[in-house]
């Protein structure tokens, strides 16, 4: 029955807002068997009616094959729903994870699910809010699931309460928990879809990084056993009674400086989405930046996956309200 006004939903809100845990909760945790719920599905209330039906017709009619064909079926059915309370008793959820995007795209939410107690887990469903995976763990082993989370925000988001269900063996009736993983999950900001060209820096001069592939002459220094004869610069060497070789250098290129005071002009949010774009073009095109940020420190100058991640971190992380 279909109540009006969306008190139906509104009444199973309430109900899973009053289901364990409560609260973010520390990973790993098993899933302890007073807070597996279980009812029966459709088909479970079909087959005890129809179980029931034929227990009153046997006894009505005093036909024990009937009688014992009912009282079997019956067994069955309660048989299942233990074999659904323990597909989930003693389950174990180690971890939660999922790799930063951008804000606006999925985000994959992966959680590592394992068994210790020798017991196969079959059919189990994972949802989050309208997303469901399905895994399957045989005895003493562990399995990984993983959930698309839409984004739509920069910044920390709630991994949220997350339900673990199944119907197997039989499908009469369905078992759940509930956990909720204290791990925040990063968002990055959305960077700029047609950013300007990268700013032409104001900071230094990249200098030369000492490269035996290098083209650019460094300096010279004393021979060294091993050292390529091709390195060897005789006319100093004769000059000065000993060998000496040349070192060489890679050239580094100019080091930008993207300075979040130079975007002024542009509101909040378009000018952290400037820097987050800027950011993705540095990397593409092999450059080190220095990111500088309102009443932080600066962060490098650097290049490569980790600067990345520490210079979108700070950008995410951002207050709402311009500082």
């Known amino acids: 029955m ?4 969306g008190a139906g939903e509104r009444i199973r809100a309430l109900l899973r807002a009053l ?5 973010p909760e520390a990973l790993p945790l098993a899933v302890d068997r007073r807070r597996v719920y279980v009812l029966p599905t459709g088909f479970g209330l079909f087959y005890t009616v129809l179980v029931l039906a034929m227990l009153l017709g046997a006894l009505n009619y005093n036909n024990n094959p009937a009688l014992l064909l009912a009282l079997l079926l019956g067994a069955s059915g309660l048989a299942s729903l233990i074999a659904t309370h323990l597909q989930l008793s003693g389950l174990r959820v180690e971890a939660v994870s999922a790799e930063p995007v951008p804000a606006g795209q999925t985000l994959a939410l992966r959680l590592a699910l394992s068994s210790r107690d020798g017991r196969a887990r079959r ?12 895994a399957a763990i ?24 997350i339900r673990i269900s199944t ?19 990063l968002v990055y900001p959305r960077p700029e879809a047609s950013p300007p060209p990268l700013p032409d820096s104001a900071g230094t001069l ?13 300096q010279l220094r004393a021979y060294r ?22 070192e060489f250098e890679r050239a580094e290129g100019r080091e930008l400086v993207l300075d979040w005071r130079d975007l002024s002009a542009l509101a909040l949010e378009p000018r952290i989405s400037r820097l987050a774009a800027w950011i993705d073009q540095a990397e593409r095109e092999g450059r080190r930046y220095r990111l500088r940020l309102p009443a932080q420190d600066d962060i490098g100058p650097g290049q490569g996956p980790e600067h990345r991640h520490a210079c979108l971190r700070a950008l995410a992380l951002l207050p ?4």
């Open 138 to 161: 045989a005895g003493n082993d562990s399995a990984e699931v993983v959930l698309p989370v839409a984004t739509t925000r920069r910044g920390w988001l709630e991994a949220g309460r």
């Open 206 to 218: 990249g200098r030369g990084r000492p490269d035996p592939l290098g083209e650019e002459p460094h």
């Open 167 to 185: 119907t197997q063996p039989l499908g009469l009736v369905r078992g759940w928990s509930r956990i909720w993983p204290r791990q925040r999950l």
């Open 320 to 323: 709402d309200a311009a500082p």
């Open 19 to 23: 289901e364990p845990p409560r609260a």
């Open 225 to 246: 056993a091993g050292d390529p004869p091709r390195t060897i610069a005789w006319k100093h060497s004769a000059r000065r009674d000993t060998l000496v070789v040349r």
């Open 2 to 5: 279909r109540l009006p006004g």
């Open 123 to 134: 059919g189990l469903r994972i949802d989050r809010e309208g997303t469901e995976a399905w």
